[in-house]
């Protein structure tokens, strides 16, 4: 599984940060290490990329493919041209009013694949989006890519999303997401050893989704028009979001379990807790969690932030989860596992469960801990042959 704790540590920071760090776009260093020792090619593995425009509402003129991110034969970033060859990044690429053009029209597409590397596809209707290159902390080229939740940013005015993918010795490992914001209903289908699709809107989804959200008394603040959608998260840090939302279902959960045991299912086995001294305490060796905030909530951080050590993360993995789809409360034994009650409680991530709604496979990827269970808009397999990925119907 993608490890979207990874990814997230760039991809909350502002838009005058670079978004993608040393690490890629949800990749792991083993992944690096692993990759590091391959051919070195042009494009080794080299996997055909189709895309299909079923949008009805832009012709393929007016979709802009980008494909940026690390490749993990350098480990540098790097940029994919129309002929699926990756290119280095460079400062002297920002010529365009201070933006670089790694643009790909839609209709020039047809023989792109994807080098080994973990990063992004980035799909814009109607316009150019604003990718630019400045030096890291080490002096190194890095990508500074579009921020959709910042309104002054270059690209918040063109219609744009994302599939986020690693592809490397061991496969092709990618999703759709909506941890940062939503614009552009997308689909992804996989082919190799096995056939899968995921992130499918269902007809007129998006409207559904657009509609729900505006018409809702705390979620409707993150509806920009018909433009996106911004997370909550990010809503928050910008101040439009109330921070103490979660605040009386925290305080129900903490008073819960201070009578109660909370017992957490993971691979490496059952752990029970208790609140005590205003923290989850629980046995086996995993870290005490703080009272979290809304903001540690919403971002999946903070006092739920998941180190990768398999004891601390995948608890605090699935307790984000639970106090995101609001069952915490309700299920003692976690993960919950029937998505028919997530989203249930007066108080909950209803950004997310609004997206589960609507896809034809009741997943998607609305916070970081959403492939908790199993329930994310993610694929993967060793032996791929293609990447399709569908602008739906709007």
């Given at each position: 599984m993608i490890d979207r704790r990874l990814f997230l540590g760039s991809a909350s920071l502002a838009a005058t940060v670079p978004l993608l760090g040393a690490a890629g776009c949800a990749t792991s260093r083993a992944d690096l290490t692993a990759a590091s020792s391959s051919s070195g090619t042009a494009n080794p593995g080299a996997l055909p990329v189709g895309f299909a425009n079923e949008s009805g509402r832009f012709s393929d003129d007016d979709v802009l493919v980008y494909v940026v991110g690390t490749d993990l034969t350098t480990g540098g970033h790097c940029r994919v041209d129309a002929a699926g060859t990756p290119h280095p990044v460079s400062e002297s690429d920002n010529t365009d009013d201070g933006y670089t053009d790694y643009s790909i029209p839609l209709s020039e597409a047809s023989g792109l694949t994807l080098p080994y590397m973990s990063g992004r596809i980035y799909l814009a209707l109607g316009g150019k989006l604003g990718i630019r290159i400045v030096a890291d902390g080490n002096g190194n080229p890095a990508l500074q890519l579009p921020a959709g939740w910042v309104e002054d940013d270059h690209g918040f005015d063109i219609l744009h999303d994302t599939v986020e993918f690693t592809h490397n010795e061991d496969g092709m490992f990618c999703n759709t997401s909506m941890v940062d914001q939503f614009s552009v209903p997308i689909g992804i289908r996989l082919t190799g050893a096995a056939d899968q699709t995921t992130g499918t809107f269902e007809p007129g989804?998006?409207?559904?989704?657009?509609?729900?959200?505006?018409?809702?008394?705390?979620?409707?603040?993150?509806?920009?028009?018909?433009?996106?959608?911004?997370?909550?998260?990010?809503?928050?840090?910008?101040?439009?979001?109330?921070?103490?939302?979660?605040?009386?279902?925290?305080?129900?959960?903490?008073?819960?379990?201070?009578?109660?045991?909370?017992?957490?299912?993971?691979?490496?086995?059952?752990?029970?807790?208790?609140?005590?001294?205003?923290?989850?305490?629980?046995d086996g060796g995993v870290s005490p969690i703080a009272?979290?905030?809304?903001?540690?909530?919403?971002?999946?951080?903070?006092?739920?932030?998941?180190?990768?050590?398999?004891?601390?993360?995948?608890?605090?993995?699935?307790?984000?989860?639970?106090?995101?789809?609001g069952t915490l409360l309700s299920h003692a034994d976690q993960p919950a596992s029937d998505p028919e009650e997530f989203y249930a409680s007066d108080i909950s991530n209803r950004y997310a469960g609004v997206f589960h709604e609507h896809t034809v496979d009741g997943k998607a990827y609305g916070f970081a801990f959403d492939d908790v269970g199993d329930f994310a808009s993610y694929v993967q397999d060793h032996d791929p042959s293609a990447l399709h990925v569908t602008l739906t119907a709007f």
């Open positions: 989804g998006r409207r559904a989704v657009f509609d729900t959200l505006a018409a809702d008394p705390d979620f409707g603040v993150l509806v920009h028009d018909d433009l996106r959608i911004i997370a909550p998260g990010h809503a928050l840090d910008s101040g439009i979001f109330p921070a103490d939302y979660f605040d009386p279902y925290v305080d129900r959960v903490w008073s819960h379990y201070a009578a109660n045991d909370l017992r957490v299912t993971t691979n490496a086995g059952t752990f029970t807790g208790r609140v005590r001294d205003g923290r989850l305490v629980f009272r979290p905030s809304t903001r540690d909530i919403l971002f999946c951080d903070g006092a739920l932030n998941a180190p990768n050590d398999g004891i601390t993360g995948p608890v605090a993995a699935i307790v984000g989860a639970a106090f995101n789809r």
